[in-house]
T-cell receptor, first 109, second 114 residues
């Protein structure tokens, strides 16, 4: 069984600053981990995924995520936040795609 | 264009009145699933289907039915809706034999049950 957790309900960051949205996972076997973003009144859009290989995964819109096996984490990062990055972010994992509860990111101008 | 479509996008109904939310994908995907999204709870899987005539319960199947008679369609049926089924519903699909493939989501259906 696999589960994911997002420990922060909300993250606030100033425009231009680096951002991190946290995700931890619990899994038996190989983890399959995904990040999705949901803009207001929109569906879910795929950002990136980790299956195997390099621990640093690059995705859409300048986002990247770092897989850390020892800390069982898969944090989403971006070097310089934009106001347009404000959205709801979901970490997800496993064959049946179990989702975390979501983190609302607000980028302040 | 590859896409997952859902209809209707918005629906207001009353308790007990049967309804169906349709889902269709044009990517020839074997695997399809339904989720509901509620504030503070994230997305929870209702039902999934690995192929035609093969469906199974997800985490929150109570009060819902599904069918998969054709590969492209996966309707969600609420036989007797109740107010606790007021939610935002998403349909998704991906290739079955590639579990690491990305799931593609529909635009969502916002359901209100009065």
């Amino acid at each position: 069984a696999q589960s994911v957790a997002q420990p922060e309900d909300q993250v606030n960051v100033a425009e231009g600053n680096p951002l991190t949205v946290k995700c931890t996972y619990s899994v038996s076997g190989n983890p399959y981990l995904f990040w999705y973003v949901q803009y207001p009144n929109r569906g879910l859009q795929f950002l990136l995924k980790y299956i195997t290989g390099d621990n640093l995964v690059k995705g859409s819109y300048g986002f990247e995520a770092e897989f850390n096996k020892s800390q069982t984490s898969f944090h989403l990062k971006k070097p310089s936040a934009l106001v347009s990055d404000s959205a709801l972010y979901f970490c997800a994992g496993s064959y049946q795609l179990t989702f975390g509860k979501g983190t609302k990111l607000s980028v302040i101008p | 264009e590859a896409q997952v479509t859902q209809n209707p996008r918005y629906l207001i109904t009353v308790t007990g009145k049967k309804l169906t939310v349709t889902c269709s994908q044009n990517m020839n995907h074997e695997y399809m699933s339904w989720y509901r999204q509620d504030p503070g709870l994230g997305l929870r899987q209702i039902y999934y289907s690995m192929n035609v005539e093969a469906t199974d319960k997800g985490d929150v199947p109570e009060g819902y039915k599904v069918s998969r008679k054709e590969k492209r369609n996966f309707p969600l049926i609420l036989e007797s809706p109740s107010p606790n089924q007021t939610s935002l519903y998403f349909c998704a699909s991906r290739r079955q034999f590639y579990p690491t493939d990305t799931q593609y989501f529909g635009p969502g259906t916002r359901l209100t049950v009065l």
